[in-house]
């Protein structure tokens, strides 16, 4: 039963990678709705894997290496999905979306081996987090098909800015509970309904 309870948040954090590896693929296939709703499903895996295994005292490096690779898709590879899709693979597009894989991997592999910093008995993230990402990603959805560039320009300048403040030093405050997640949920959740709607 123990071993059961010990392996339940790694399952439920690779449930949530294939979600989010299929919101990808449906995300290049065109089925921008349907990829956000794959995402909603990610996210609430990515809520849960945390909570069960601190419930259970199941916690582990082991789960938290797996946590950080889960970010992967979830938070860097979707939003290079959307764009790929909504804007093509031109040189300048497919090297900003690099780098940015590159910063944020780089960002979740010292953030996985230093965890967070103290400062006056109050947790802080060292660069920008990755989950930082999906409000662009809220606003590329809403964009589906568009003909003005600006969506295009809006999206690479927000991901070659993020791409350097991941991999800074900047101090950020760390959110209470699991709120970044929920904020990145609901604006996710928005986004789908008024893409859904209009």
Known sequence: MRYILNAFPSAVTITGMAFSL??????????????????????????????????????????????SIADV?????????????????APLVL????TFVFCGVWRLVRFTREGFHTNKDRLEYSGIPVF????????????????????????????????????????????????PVIIAATATCCSLILLIWR
């Open 22 to 67: 299929s919101a990808i693929f449906v995300a290049l296939s065109g089925a921008l709705a349907f990829s956000l709703g794959l995402l909603l499903l990610a996210f609430v895996c990515d809520l849960l894997d945390g909570a069960i295994a601190r419930r259970f005292g199941s916690e582990s490096d082991f789960g938290r290496i797996l946590d």
């Open 95 to 98: 090297a900003i979306l690099v």
């Open 73 to 89: 898709p979830l938070y860097l590879l979707y939003p290079c999905g959307v764009v790929v899709f909504l804007f093509g693979t």
């Open 132 to 179: 930082a990402t999906i409000p662009v990603v809220c606003v590329l959805t809403l964009w589906p098909g568009a003909v003005s560039m600006l969506p295009l320009w809006f999206s690479l300048g927000a991901l070659a800015v993020l791409s350097p403040l991941m991999v800074s030093r900047i101090r950020v405050r760390k959110p209470a509970g699991t709120s």
